[in-house]
């Protein structure tokens, strides 16, 4: 499977922006005990408490910055990691894969609570084109450097000196990556020939191959609580080019054991959303709950969504999708499934006509954040006890203009 405009594109820009504007807002010490998400909406970063109280998107007045986003959070939870990009060097007539490494990105880091901004990552640069894939450490990350040469990961600094190669030049682009419960152990997925799942040490070292079969896509590996598995999607692009569907994996990453925890694709995976007017997407990943099951986003059987792909024509913008309302049928739950027995259980009611997706349990294990979007609609942000009770929708976005991609502070 030869690596695509789509892998560059998602290894290269994470899907959290945050729009340039004026103002700083910070996390107060707070009165409320219900957690911050943030998530994306309208072009924009956006923080929220998961009650649903004090929506107030991330803007900065940073001189010459056209795009923000979020990036990480470092230990401890008081920081997170940044990336803004400088007005884009691609274009309709320059494809982003041979010119987007032109394009100058900065990193910061931002106090959540004084809503102090720092830029970090200038020592020693190397390139123009800087994207933090994984935080590993208080001081240490891994850092995307694009070249027209191609596409490395290095582990570096926070302030970008003492470089060291994770990868070399010409073995694929790495990207999905999952720090284990122990911080020792790094888990991504390497879009090469084929896509492969591996494991090294955060530093690159003493890499080994967890899974591999010709044909597949095997995308997105999560750590299990206990740190000795992980879960990821198995996708089969010849007989499903817009990657809507997969099935769950499941390897033991101390072991030989490789397996298929679901068969038939019966998740959601490259998920898709809204009308002419307003769309987004985005690949749909699994997650474990604090209790050791898989979390995911289960179709009803026979689903299709209001926008199809479209076999044959060229990707020029990264979704190549029609809209066809009339077609669309079914929709998605929110599921847990038991890694052992491959026993399932619905979070969320299957419903005609609704989409529940991006399943994400709160550090504590006490609450799940998801989307939820009709068919042809705008999604909203979502939360409920982890046992799926007590469901209550938090946001509609800024202005109306929908939620997607939330991820819990």
């Given amino acids: 499977m030869p690596l695509s405009r789509r892998s560059l594109l998602t290894a290269s820009v994470a899907a959290l922006p945050v729009a340039a504007e004026a103002g700083r807002p910070a996390l107060d010490s707070g ?10 909406s309208n072009g924009q970063t956006v923080m929220i408490r998961a009650d649903g109280s004090e929506q107030k998107p991330l ?32 274009g309709p007539d320059r494809p982003y894969d041979r010119y987007f490494w032109q394009t100058r990105t900065h990193l910061w880091t931002y106090d959540l609570k004084t809503g102090k ?68 152990q790094v888990a991504f997925h390497l879009a090469a020939n084929g896509y492969q799942i591996h494991v090294s040490r955060p530093d690159g070292r003493e890499r080994r191959l967890i899974d ?20 990821y999607h198995d996708c089969v692009p010849a007989q499903d080019p817009g990657h809507d569907t997969s099935d769950v994996r499941v390897a033991d990453v101390t072991g030989p054991v490789r397996r298929g925890l679901t068969s038939g694709f019966p998740l959601w995976f490259a998920a898709t959303y809204g009308n002419p007017r307003r769309r987004g997407s985005g690949s749909n990943m699994v997650s474990w709950s604090r209790t050791g099951e898989v979390l995911c986003s289960r179709r009803m059987p026979g689903s299709r969504v209001a926008w199809e792909y ?13 809209f066809n309302l009339e077609r669309a ?13 491959g026993e399932w259980k619905a979070l969320t009611p299957a ?36 046992d799926g009770r007590n469901a209550r929708k938090i946001s509609e976005g800024l202005e109306g203009a929908g939620c997607d991609h939330p991820r819990w502070l």
């Fill in 329 to 341: 049928r079914g929709g998605s739950f929110l599921c847990r499934i038991h890694p052992d027995t």
């Fill in 117 to 184: 901004l720092d830029e970090v990552a200038a020592r020693g640069r190397m390139a123009s084109f800087y994207t933090p894939q994984l935080v590993v450490s208080a001081d240490r990350v891994l850092m995307q450097v694009a070249r027209q040469t191609g596409v490395q990961i290095y582990s570096m600094n926070l302030d970008g000196s003492d470089p060291v190669e994770f990868t070399k030049l010409g073995e694929g682009v790495p990207y999905g990556f999952s720090l284990s419960p122990d911080r020792s």
């Fill in 59 to 90: 803007s900065f007045d940073v001189p010459n910055q056209a795009a923000w986003q979020a990036s990480g959070v470092l230990p401890g939870g008081r920081k997170a990691l940044l990336l803004s990009l400088e007005p884009a060097t691609f």
């Fill in 351 to 386: 419903k005609v006509g609704r989409w529940d997706f991006r399943v994400t349990e709160s550090p504590d294990g006490r609450h799940i954040a998801f989307c939820r979007a009709d068919t042809g609609g705008l999604p909203s942000l979502w939360v409920m006890d982890s």
């Fill in 31 to 40: 009165r409320s005990k219900s957690g911050w998400l943030f998530f994306v």
């Fill in 212 to 231: 591999s079969q010709s044909g597949h896509l095997y995308f997105g590996p999560a750590w299990s609580p206990d740190g000795r598995r992980l879960a």
């Fill in 310 to 322: 479209q076999v044959g024509r060229p990707d020029t913008d990264h979704f190549n999708r029609e």
